[in-house]
């Protein structure tokens, strides 16, 4: 049976056609940007981007189209995929209604500004230098929530912007279960030391030529399709997809520890895999792409923890380690596993390992709350980062870099982004179990390469609803329950505590 019966449903998707090409050339336009893209092109690109901007926003906001969308929530008997079509426009249109075309204007101009002080602030590690900066932002910001509206705290409206339905509610209560078993868990795996064993792989230089072709070897183990994506080179590893037959993932070479790079491969292959296997006839409509970034997230750090930093996936892919690096000749599938898995308190978050990574979103989140609500000044914010970091994980910054300096999501403006990719990780371990409950050992198919078998689960447990249903129903409907913080602690536990 077809998805979209409804009349005015088709009119919908037919009309929302032209917004949907606009999102298609301004994601190509992106990915160019920061891949490829002569320097200096970028001063006609900003123009152009902006000039996209407006043009989308034009046509989203138009009489002919909003009217259309109060006839398509008019309709009755619509089913589930019509539904989600009439709900995430609906939400666009929300958003765009109430945040009023100056406030964006400043958002993204202070952002602009704020990306260029935390730079040179990073660099010197001078937070007072990006202070002022940051005073703004939280202050654009609580001017966004307050346009937006809540029912009960105003970071509640940021961090509905990321995560459709979220609350501070919900990830308070994640963090309840989450903080004392985190750190519980992390106790005894420093205790018994077998995953906190430093590899000389960490420090070992690799040809940047030899990382290339096991990157591309490990996606065609992946079944990485080549005629409807590619992988290239960035300064920050990402994704992006045009459509469901274009999505493009980089990664970048840093000349050293090589995991680095193979597993920014493999969590963009999770998100990649999420875009390609949405249901083809849910293709340039607005429910053609994946739901939320908590739910993205799930999927690329199902691939890149559940899978690449498997016992299972180091024996695999050891031949091809051996035979283009050379770099793993001499060391044991064990201790290459444990290379992957190393378990280790750190200061910098994008290097925090399975365990204590969850405790540095923990951090942001214990100090965006009091940012929003106005409970905390901007000058006291470095003193109780480090506090913070040193009561949560057992380091203390030595410097503003390494501190409160260190992400860049702040001078982007983005507040209450941080807590999505906790609820990936909650979402990939719920996945895991949904595998083990209803397919059997996924460690089984992983030596066997059968990724065949395991994108065919994620497809048809996920991935190929698209966005027709929200975050928290999609959740409910295939794995019975919403982000259940518990399984993340169980996961890990099977993992970190057994070998």
């Not at 840093?254 to 895999?273: N, Q």
Request: charged share 30%; net charge negative; hydrophobic share 40%.
């Amino acid at each position: 049976m077809p998805k979209f019966e409804n009349p005015v449903i088709k009119e919908l998707i037919e009309k929302y056609r032209r917004l949907w090409a606009l999102n298609h050339a301004m994601s190509l336009m992106g990915w160019d940007e920061e891949t490829y893209m002569p320097p200096k092109g970028v001063e006609e690109r900003a123009v152009a981007t902006a000039e996209l901007r407006a043009l989308y926003q034009e046509l989203l906001l138009s009489d002919q189209f909003v009217s259309l969308v109060e006839r398509a929530k008019a309709q009755e008997n619509l089913n589930d995929y019509e539904r989600g079509v009439v709900r995430v426009v609906d939400r666009e249109l929300r958003i765009a209604r109430k945040v009023p075309p100056s406030l964006t204007y400043e958002m993204a101009k202070t952002s602009s500004e704020a990306f260029v002080a935390w730079s040179e602030a990073k660099r010197r590690s001078d937070f007072s230098a990006f202070k002022p900066y940051l005073q703004k932002l939280i202050d654009l910001n609580r001017q966004m929530a307050e346009k937006l509206g809540y029912e009960e705290v105003p970071y509640d409206a940021l961090l509905d912007l990321y995560e459709e339905g979220l609350r501070t509610r919900d990830v308070k209560a994640v963090f309840d279960v989450l903080g004392p078993g985190l750190r519980g868990l992390l106790d005894k795996v420093v205790s018994d030391g077998y995953y906190t064993v430093p590899s000389p792989l960490e420090e070992a230089k690799y040809q940047e030529e030899a990382m290339r072709r096991v990157n591309q070897r490990v996606l065609e183990l992946l079944k990485f399709p080549q005629d409807r994506a590619r992988l290239d080179v960035s300064p920050h590893p990402f994704t992006t997809n045009m459509g469901i037959n274009d999505v493009r993932i980089t990664t970048r070479y840093e000349g050293f520890d090589f995991k680095r790079s193979l597993f920014s491969v493999v969590h963009e292959f999770g998100h990649a895999t999420y875009e390609l296997q949405v249901d083809p006839e849910l293709a340039m409509t607005p429910i053609g792409s994946g739901v939320s970034l908590g739910v993205h997230e799930g999927q690329s750090r199902f691939w890149e923890n559940v899978i690449g930093r498997s016992r299972a996936f180091a024996s695999l892919i050891k031949p091809v380690l051996d035979q283009e690096l050379g770099l793993t000749k001499g060391i044991s599938e064990d201790d290459l596993y444990r290379y992957f898995a190393t378990v280790r308190p750190s200061l910098i978050r994008t290097e925090a390992d399975e365990v204590t990574y969850n405790l540095h979103i923990l951090l942001r989140f214990e100090l965006e709350q009091p940012m929003i609500n106005g409970e905390v000044k901007v000058d006291e914010l470095p003193e109780m980062w480090n506090d913070e970091s040193e009561k949560l994980i057992g380091v203390r910054p030595k410097n503003d870099a390494e501190g409160i300096l260190q992400d860049v999501h702040w001078a982007h403006g983005t507040i209450g982004y941080f807590p999505t990719y906790t609820l990936g990780n909650i979402v990939a371990s719920m996945m895991y179990f949904a595998f083990s409950s209803r397919a059997g050992d996924i460690y089984s198919y992983v030596a066997k390469g059968d990724f065949d078998a395991i994108k065919s689960f994620l497809r048809d447990l996920v991935h190929r609803y698209g966005a027709t249903y929200a975050p928290k129903e999609l959740l409910r409907r295939q794995l019975g329950e919403e982000y259940n913080a518990q399984r993340l602690l169980d996961y890990l536990s099977s993992k970190y505590l057994r070998h």
